[in-house]
């Protein structure tokens, strides 16, 4: 990874933390992209003691703010000549229906929209530094998810487990349609399942689910262990070509049947065009 330049959203703690480690330790120059700048520091400062890189670095990006998402891009690309690896790793689980100042749920906005945004952004970057790499943090729980596209705002209900699934799922949707439109750039997209890792993730949350998550935390995979797949898929060699998969265990791995809709996964791209100001 000498020479080759990452982005990590999600950064400052977890799944997204412990992959900038492992790749600043393989030679990368990595920027971290986190929410709350000082917890950012606090994180870039254990990366280059663990590390002892000295070419990572921080940089502020809300994903709740389209806005914020175009700041980050505008920036990253006054100060870098190339983007080789772009990791789509920041999450939130929220126990209410929330908004954000765009007024999208915040999990559908932070967990999907934001990164289709980001990563629309940044394909020029991407495509003139081929080969290079997009690679989706996603989660199993897809697999009992289903795209309401009359109700993607949630008004009949929120259910916070059914709303992460879905923006899941969505990411899932949007890596493969995403694949499809890149074929011959040299830039691949694929997706993975981390594992049950005992992250920040919904333990924060009041309520029930915030309880388990605590109380289940220790029984849970490592963020290292969380941390191998998103490593293997920005930096092994043999995946130079490989594109339009979903991987578990560092393994190829069939999605959800929903998953796979192409028809779907092009009006969402469609929706997502309008509701970011994207052409």
Known sequence: MRGRTVIITGASSGIGKTTAIGLAKMGATVVMGCRDAQRGELALSELKAIAKSS???????DLASQAAVRKFTHDFSEQFQRLDVLINNAGVMVNKREFTPDKI???FAVNYLSHFLLTSLLLPKLTASAPSRIVNVT??????ARIDFRNHQEKKGY????SYAQSKLAMILFTYELARRLKGTGVTANCLHPGTVGTNLGRQEPGILGAVMRLTTSFLATPEEGAKTPIYLASDPALTQVTGKYFVDKTVRPSSSESYDEAKAQRLWK??????GLS
Do not use: G, I
């Open 271 to 276: 929706e997502s065009e309008k509701l970011t």
């Open 105 to 107: 749920v915040s999990t």
């Open 55 to 61: 070419s990572a670095c921080v940089m502020t990006l």
């Open 139 to 144: 989660s199993a729980v897809h697999r009992e």
């Open 159 to 162: 259910k916070q487990f059914k």
